[in-house]
């Protein structure tokens, strides 16, 4: 029988949408040059400990890929949070230097650049656990304004400035920080919880989450955080979000219906307000989104109706269609919970985990290569 994650060990999120460990053959390098057309390549593992898993995933180059996770899920004195990095040859496990207990578990992951690197999750002792990197290793950030039962589940990054999501006390709330080690906390009036978060400058950005009925979107605009208007969608959450300019946006969840059961949920901004847009049928649940900033959109997640197969939606800013990898042989379960676009590269990453018959967990790196060109 297949075990269900404990909520604390693993947390679906977004942020979108990235960090690993050990080698890889350089067999797995990326390509020199962008496939004609989309093509999925065979996956690969960031090998961390038994039952391990991606929750994120961020894309610098082709060479420089960051992934966050968790190693040894299922034991909680042995657990510990992961970061792990590509340099175009092989994923290299990277620690935390200040810190040698580690994170209990890491659940986002964001770049403002090659050597300013944000990672958000939750410690050993309880706390919200920040730690910022430069390219090289992380060193944990101490926020005194945070307090045990605060919960941070995404993470973006702007040139010398980061922001948090997450909830405190029932309300959502927003950690911002800058170069110069300030910090702010605002604690959201309504009710819920924020997953995933993206910014498009220092005071341009959004969050999203939901209010435990319905799906919550929150905008930074004139330094100040605002419950933003969405379609009434009863018993829908969002889990992560994705700006590709100031007038297209995807946000991305699912639906829970009278019965229990979660359906897909995507909605699209155009500028002006969210529209709900109809992705394929099926069993499926969304976590992640990504985009190329020419209009094409990847969303990761799973169909539970077909379940060994890498699972990938593609949005061109007219249909949604699914994208599949190579049915497995063996009896398993492939989640991708997080996935990136990498630049100039025409490839897009996605992180996660397999859960095989007996429960057990390993981590999982699938590649989709894409043509550079966007459709009009």
Known sequence: MTRRLPRRALALCAGGLLLLSPRLPAAHAEPASPPAAEAWQAPTSARLSSDGSLSDVAGVSATSVWAVGQQSVWDIWQSRGAITHWDGVTWTEVGIRNDPTGAGLLRSVAAASPTELWAVG???????????????????????????????????????RMVAVGRRDKHPLVVTGTGGGKWKLTQLEEKGTLYGVALAGRSDGWAVGDTGRRPLITRLSGGRWKTFHVPDIPGGYLRDIHLDGPKRALAVGGVYDDSGRAGPLILSWNGKKWSRLTPPGGDVRLYGVTGDRKGRFWISGVDLERPGEAFLLRYDGRTVRPLRGAAAVAPRTIRLQSVAYLPGAGTVVTVGHVVDADGRYTDVIERLGTSERAKP
Do not use: M
């Open 122 to 160: 939750e410690g050993h002792d309880g706390l919200p656990y920040l730690a910022r990197g430069d390219g090289a290793a992380f060193d944990r950030v101490t926020v005194d304004s945070l307090r045990v039962g605060d919960w941070l589940g995404g993470v973006a990054a702007a040139p010398s």
